[in-house]
């Protein structure tokens, strides 16, 4: 059975969420090109921008993985980069979003 990665997220911000999730498949595309070229400040600017704009919307685990990223690109990790993308890529393909009233 594939584990879910649940989100709470504020149900004030529904309709919002589908623009985020496009482009959240947008900057997963961009990050693989990215790592593909070895452009470490791509992958610094995608997940400084993942994790800031993941934070507003809710999605803690989402924050944590551009954070990583982030950090990883500072130092030229390659490897932890690569890592933290698979990562990425499970957690959102196994993303559930729970809608709160809160």
């Known amino acids: 059975m594939i584990r879910k990665n649940t989100e709470n997220i504020d149900i004030d911000l529904k309709e919002l969420i589908p623009g985020f999730i496009s482009n959240t498949e947008l900057e997963i595309k961009a990050l693989e090109e990215a790592v593909v070229n ?17 934070l507003n919307y809710g999605f803690v685990s989402l924050a944590e993985i551009g954070k990583g990223l982030e950090r990883a690109s500072d130092v030229n990790d390659v490897e932890k980069v690569g ?13 559930e979003i729970i ?4």
């Open 99 to 102: 809608f709160e009233d809160v």
């Open 38 to 54: 070895n452009d470490m400040i791509t992958v610094n600017r995608i997940g400084h921008n993942i994790k800031g704009t993941a």
């Open 83 to 95: 890592a933290l993308l698979s990562w990425f890529r499970e957690y959102f393909l196994t993303l």
